[in-house]
Antibody, heavy 121, light 108 residues
Framework: QVTLRESGPALVKPTQTLTLTCTFS??????????VSWIRQPPGKALEWLAR???????YYSTSLKTRLTISKDTSKNQVVLTMTNMDPVDTATYYC?????????????WGQGTLVTVSS | EIVMTQSPATLSVSPGERATLSCRAS??????LAWYQQKPGQAPRLLIY???TRATGIPARFSGSGSGTEFTLTISSLQSEDFAVYYC??????????FGPGTKVDIK
Protein backbone atom coordinates (compact mmCIF):
# COMPACT_ATOMS: atom_id res chain seq x y z
CA GLN A 1 0.00 0.00 0.00
CA VAL A 2 1.45 3.35 -1.07
CA THR A 3 1.30 6.14 1.48
CA LEU A 4 2.91 9.57 1.65
CA ARG A 5 3.01 11.98 4.57
CA GLU A 6 4.26 15.54 4.65
CA SER A 7 5.83 17.14 7.68
CA GLY A 8 7.35 20.49 8.49
CA PRO A 9 6.72 23.75 10.30
CA ALA A 10 3.22 25.17 10.34
CA LEU A 11 4.50 28.73 10.63
CA VAL A 12 7.53 30.43 9.10
CA LYS A 13 8.57 34.06 9.06
CA PRO A 14 9.09 36.09 5.91
CA THR A 15 12.59 35.69 4.41
CA GLN A 16 13.11 32.37 6.22
CA THR A 17 13.81 29.07 4.50
CA LEU A 18 11.13 26.39 4.57
CA THR A 19 12.10 22.73 4.82
CA LEU A 20 9.45 20.09 4.20
CA THR A 21 9.83 16.33 4.39
CA CYS A 22 7.78 13.72 2.56
CA THR A 23 8.00 10.32 4.21
CA PHE A 24 6.62 7.51 2.12
CA SER A 25 6.02 3.77 2.23
CA UNK A 26 4.92 1.05 -0.15
CA UNK A 27 7.57 1.80 -2.76
CA UNK A 28 11.25 2.60 -3.09
CA UNK A 29 12.73 5.62 -4.80
CA UNK A 30 15.61 3.45 -5.91
CA UNK A 31 13.26 1.52 -8.22
CA UNK A 32 13.62 2.43 -11.88
CA UNK A 33 10.99 4.91 -13.01
CA UNK A 34 9.85 6.00 -9.56
CA UNK A 35 9.50 9.70 -8.78
CA VAL A 36 7.99 12.05 -6.21
CA SER A 37 6.66 15.57 -6.81
CA TRP A 38 5.76 18.49 -4.57
CA ILE A 39 2.58 20.45 -5.29
CA ARG A 40 1.09 23.35 -3.35
CA GLN A 41 -2.31 24.98 -3.00
CA PRO A 42 -2.89 28.43 -1.49
CA PRO A 43 -6.12 28.62 0.53
CA GLY A 44 -9.10 28.63 -1.82
CA LYS A 45 -6.90 28.61 -4.89
CA ALA A 46 -5.63 26.23 -7.54
CA LEU A 47 -2.88 23.63 -7.42
CA GLU A 48 0.67 24.49 -8.46
CA TRP A 49 3.35 21.92 -9.29
CA LEU A 50 6.68 22.80 -7.71
CA ALA A 51 9.33 20.14 -8.19
CA ARG A 52 10.03 16.49 -8.90
CA UNK A 53 12.84 14.07 -8.12
CA UNK A 54 13.38 10.82 -9.96
CA UNK A 55 14.81 7.47 -8.91
CA UNK A 56 18.07 8.29 -10.70
CA UNK A 57 18.34 11.64 -8.87
CA UNK A 58 17.23 13.72 -11.85
CA UNK A 59 15.53 16.86 -10.57
CA TYR A 60 13.01 19.17 -12.16
CA TYR A 61 11.67 22.51 -10.95
CA SER A 62 8.89 24.93 -11.71
CA THR A 63 10.31 27.55 -14.04
CA SER A 64 8.84 30.37 -11.95
CA LEU A 65 10.26 29.10 -8.64
CA LYS A 66 13.43 27.27 -9.63
CA THR A 67 15.79 29.80 -8.06
CA ARG A 68 14.19 29.23 -4.64
CA LEU A 69 13.66 25.46 -4.64
CA THR A 70 15.86 22.48 -3.87
CA ILE A 71 14.60 18.90 -3.87
CA SER A 72 16.56 15.95 -2.55
CA LYS A 73 16.00 12.37 -1.47
CA ASP A 74 17.22 9.98 1.19
CA THR A 75 16.49 6.55 -0.22
CA SER A 76 17.50 4.75 2.96
CA LYS A 77 14.92 6.72 4.96
CA ASN A 78 12.23 6.73 2.25
CA GLN A 79 12.13 10.50 2.35
CA VAL A 80 12.06 13.41 -0.08
CA VAL A 81 12.95 16.88 1.16
CA LEU A 82 11.94 20.19 -0.37
CA THR A 83 13.52 23.48 0.66
CA MET A 84 12.16 26.86 -0.38
CA THR A 85 14.17 29.96 0.36
CA ASN A 86 13.09 33.53 1.02
CA MET A 87 9.55 32.71 2.07
CA ASP A 88 6.85 35.34 1.57
CA PRO A 89 3.22 35.57 2.74
CA VAL A 90 2.12 34.65 -0.81
CA ASP A 91 3.77 31.26 -0.23
CA THR A 92 1.14 30.45 2.39
CA ALA A 93 -0.36 27.19 1.17
CA THR A 94 -0.99 23.54 1.78
CA TYR A 95 2.00 21.63 0.47
CA TYR A 96 1.48 18.11 -0.88
CA CYS A 97 3.84 15.40 -1.99
CA UNK A 98 2.50 13.06 -4.66
CA UNK A 99 3.54 10.38 -7.11
CA UNK A 100 2.16 8.72 -10.21
CA UNK A 101 0.72 5.23 -10.19
CA UNK A 102 2.96 4.10 -13.01
CA UNK A 103 6.58 4.91 -13.58
CA UNK A 104 7.33 8.49 -14.54
CA UNK A 105 3.76 9.36 -15.57
CA UNK A 106 2.85 13.03 -15.41
CA UNK A 107 -0.34 12.65 -13.39
CA UNK A 108 -0.68 11.86 -9.71
CA UNK A 109 -2.43 8.80 -8.31
CA UNK A 110 -1.10 9.01 -4.77
CA TRP A 111 -1.11 12.08 -2.55
CA GLY A 112 -0.18 12.85 1.01
CA GLN A 113 -2.74 14.56 3.23
CA GLY A 114 -0.91 17.86 2.89
CA THR A 115 0.65 20.21 5.40
CA LEU A 116 -0.46 23.82 5.80
CA VAL A 117 2.36 26.33 5.95
CA THR A 118 1.58 29.90 6.96
CA VAL A 119 4.09 32.66 6.29
CA SER A 120 3.68 35.50 8.75
CA SER A 121 5.75 37.64 11.02
CA GLU B 1 4.03 27.73 -19.91
CA ILE B 2 0.76 26.10 -20.91
CA VAL B 3 -2.16 27.92 -19.28
CA MET B 4 -5.22 25.89 -18.39
CA THR B 5 -8.64 27.48 -18.09
CA GLN B 6 -11.84 25.89 -16.82
CA SER B 7 -15.48 26.79 -17.20
CA PRO B 8 -17.76 27.46 -15.58
CA ALA B 9 -16.20 28.53 -12.31
CA THR B 10 -19.25 27.22 -10.46
CA LEU B 11 -21.84 24.74 -11.67
CA SER B 12 -25.08 24.29 -9.74
CA VAL B 13 -26.65 20.90 -10.39
CA SER B 14 -29.43 18.87 -8.82
CA PRO B 15 -28.69 15.32 -7.67
CA GLY B 16 -29.33 12.88 -10.48
CA GLU B 17 -28.66 15.45 -13.18
CA ARG B 18 -25.81 15.47 -15.65
CA ALA B 19 -22.83 17.78 -15.18
CA THR B 20 -20.53 18.87 -17.97
CA LEU B 21 -17.26 20.60 -17.09
CA SER B 22 -14.89 22.16 -19.62
CA CYS B 23 -11.13 22.57 -19.66
CA ARG B 24 -9.11 24.42 -22.28
CA ALA B 25 -5.35 24.51 -22.85
CA SER B 26 -3.53 27.51 -24.30
CA UNK B 27 -1.78 25.15 -26.74
CA UNK B 28 -2.18 21.54 -27.68
CA UNK B 29 -1.51 18.99 -24.95
CA UNK B 30 -2.48 16.03 -27.12
CA UNK B 31 -4.29 13.61 -24.79
CA UNK B 32 -1.98 14.29 -21.85
CA LEU B 33 -4.69 15.59 -19.58
CA ALA B 34 -5.90 14.48 -16.17
CA TRP B 35 -8.92 15.36 -14.03
CA TYR B 36 -9.02 15.43 -10.24
CA GLN B 37 -11.77 15.77 -7.65
CA GLN B 38 -11.10 17.61 -4.41
CA LYS B 39 -13.35 17.83 -1.37
CA PRO B 40 -12.81 20.34 1.46
CA GLY B 41 -9.87 19.44 3.66
CA GLN B 42 -8.81 16.56 1.43
CA ALA B 43 -6.07 15.97 -1.10
CA PRO B 44 -7.06 15.78 -4.77
CA ARG B 45 -8.20 12.40 -6.08
CA LEU B 46 -7.29 11.30 -9.59
CA LEU B 47 -10.37 10.60 -11.71
CA ILE B 48 -9.21 10.52 -15.32
CA TYR B 49 -5.87 10.39 -17.13
CA UNK B 50 -5.01 10.27 -20.80
CA UNK B 51 -8.06 12.53 -21.28
CA UNK B 52 -10.48 9.61 -21.16
CA THR B 53 -9.16 6.70 -19.06
CA ARG B 54 -10.75 6.29 -15.66
CA ALA B 55 -8.36 5.76 -12.78
CA THR B 56 -8.63 2.68 -10.63
CA GLY B 57 -11.86 2.52 -8.65
CA ILE B 58 -13.51 5.51 -10.32
CA PRO B 59 -17.22 4.94 -11.04
CA ALA B 60 -18.40 4.70 -14.64
CA ARG B 61 -20.57 7.82 -14.25
CA PHE B 62 -17.35 9.83 -14.67
CA SER B 63 -16.16 10.14 -18.24
CA GLY B 64 -13.61 12.29 -20.01
CA SER B 65 -13.25 13.32 -23.62
CA GLY B 66 -11.32 15.64 -25.89
CA SER B 67 -7.83 16.12 -27.26
CA GLY B 68 -5.60 18.96 -28.32
CA THR B 69 -6.89 22.03 -26.50
CA GLU B 70 -10.50 21.24 -25.59
CA PHE B 71 -11.54 18.71 -22.95
CA THR B 72 -14.69 17.75 -21.13
CA LEU B 73 -15.44 15.90 -17.91
CA THR B 74 -18.97 14.55 -17.70
CA ILE B 75 -20.67 13.21 -14.61
CA SER B 76 -23.69 11.37 -15.95
CA SER B 77 -25.89 11.37 -12.84
CA LEU B 78 -24.66 13.39 -9.90
CA GLN B 79 -24.54 11.67 -6.55
CA SER B 80 -24.32 13.51 -3.23
CA GLU B 81 -20.66 12.55 -2.88
CA ASP B 82 -19.79 14.19 -6.23
CA PHE B 83 -20.26 17.76 -5.01
CA ALA B 84 -16.68 19.00 -4.95
CA VAL B 85 -14.12 21.04 -6.89
CA TYR B 86 -12.74 19.55 -10.10
CA TYR B 87 -9.35 20.40 -11.57
CA CYS B 88 -7.80 19.58 -14.91
CA UNK B 89 -4.04 19.18 -15.32
CA UNK B 90 -1.85 18.95 -18.39
CA UNK B 91 1.28 16.84 -18.43
CA UNK B 92 2.27 17.24 -22.06
CA UNK B 93 4.72 20.08 -21.42
CA UNK B 94 7.17 17.91 -19.49
CA UNK B 95 7.86 18.51 -16.67
CA UNK B 96 6.15 21.88 -16.31
CA UNK B 97 2.84 20.41 -15.24
CA UNK B 98 0.04 22.95 -14.89
CA PHE B 99 -3.42 22.84 -13.37
CA GLY B 100 -6.59 24.70 -14.19
CA PRO B 101 -8.29 27.03 -11.68
CA GLY B 102 -11.03 24.53 -10.91
CA THR B 103 -14.80 24.18 -11.29
CA LYS B 104 -16.89 23.95 -8.16
CA VAL B 105 -19.92 21.68 -8.49
CA ASP B 106 -22.50 22.53 -5.90
CA ILE B 107 -26.05 21.56 -5.08
CA LYS B 108 -28.79 23.43 -6.91
Amino acid sequence: QVTLRESGPALVKPTQTLTLTCTFSGFSLSTSGMCVSWIRQPPGKALEWLARIDWDDDKYYSTSLKTRLTISKDTSKNQVVLTMTNMDPVDTATYYCARPGIAAAGYFDYWGQGTLVTVSS
Amino acid sequence: EIVMTQSPATLSVSPGERATLSCRASQSVSSNLAWYQQKPGQAPRLLIYGASTRATGIPARFSGSGSGTEFTLTISSLQSEDFAVYYCQQYNNWPQFTFGPGTKVDIK
